[in-house]
């Protein structure tokens, strides 16, 4: 399944539609802003509408509210819409709250050097992952995802580590969106998820050789970083040519828990 298809369609609404908290204009706004991908310059109402799965009609009160309260930028010589400021500065006051990534650069870098790779933070994003912290290697062969990058949940090293780390009640009901999106490789898809499960309790770490992309390979390790936080995981990942499965295996993993440990550990102690 790709990664495209995956962020097409908005989280399924049905669990909400008997509570009566639960206010609908305002979810399809914010699925409005959480359609644009990493890509994206600008959609049309169109586009956004087609992403969304709502009428144009709709989309088009919600991208004028939006654009009058500083989310969207209309840009009128082409009709077309693209985030605004006031969506970075959620962004930038999110990620300034987070210190967990401020634990964790260094330990971060200190592994991709030794690895040649490419080590990301990452939280749970829809059926996304979602960079929050990434360091390179000094190396011209690593991996080039920055923050804000997203990979797909479900075959990803980093996807499955969070899978196998969360709730089995939780872990399920994101296994079904992701069996609706795609019904025909849904039991390959599966099968690597179970693996992921088993690995990261047997292991320690999940894997990911050339199943999210074919020449790259990744292990990666959930952790719950408390304080209210949703589980987090770290990946290790490049090119398999130089990232082979046995030299993640044998030589980064142990590094790769210790780090997870290292990090727990300065956590507990804030």
């Known amino acids: 399944m790709s990664e495209t298809a995956q962020k097409q369609k908005p989280a399924r609404a049905s669990a909400h539609k ?12 914010l699925e409005v802003l959480a359609c644009f991908r990493g890509g994206d310059t600008s959609l049309t109402n169109q586009e956004i509408a087609q992403r969304c799965k709502l009428p144009r009609s709709t989309v088009s009160r919600l991208t004028m509210t939006l654009t009058k309260l500083g989310y969207l930028i209309h840009l009128e010589d082409t009709g077309r819409y693209r985030l605004g400021t006031a969506c970075l500065a959620l962004g930038s006051s999110m990620l300034a709250r987070l210190d967990v990534r401020k634990l964790a650069r260094p330990m971060m870098q200190e592994l991709c050097e030794f690895s040649g790779g490419t080590v990301s933070l990452g939280v ?35 996807g499955r580590a969070w899978l196998a780390a969360v709730a089995p009640r939780e872990r399920e009901d994101v296994m079904e969106q992701i069996r609706e999106l795609d019904h025909v490789t849904w ?3 599966k099968r690597g998820i179970e693996q992921g499960v088993h690995d ?20 990666a390790r959930a952790f719950e970083p408390g304080g209210g936080l949703p589980v987090m995981a770290i990946n290790v990942g490049g090119p398999s040519f ?7 295996l044998e030589e980064v993993k142990p590094r790769l828990l210790h780090m997870i440990a290292q990090l727990e550990a300065a956590i507990a102690g804030r």
């Open 18 to 29: 008997e509570d009566r908290h639960f206010v609908t204009a305002l979810a399809r706004g």
């Open 124 to 158: 749970r994003d829809r059926l996304s992952m979602l960079y929050i912290e990434s360091c390179r290697s000094t190396a011209a062969l690593a991996l080039t995802l920055d923050v804000g990058s997203r990979i797909p949940l479900a075959t990803s090293a980093i």
């Open 187 to 189: 039991p390959s898809i």
């Open 200 to 219: 990261h309790e047997e292991l320690g770490v999940t894997c990911s050789f050339g199943e999210w992309q074919k020449d790259v390979n990744g292990i």
């Open 242 to 248: 130089s990232l082979t499965r046995e030299f993640l």
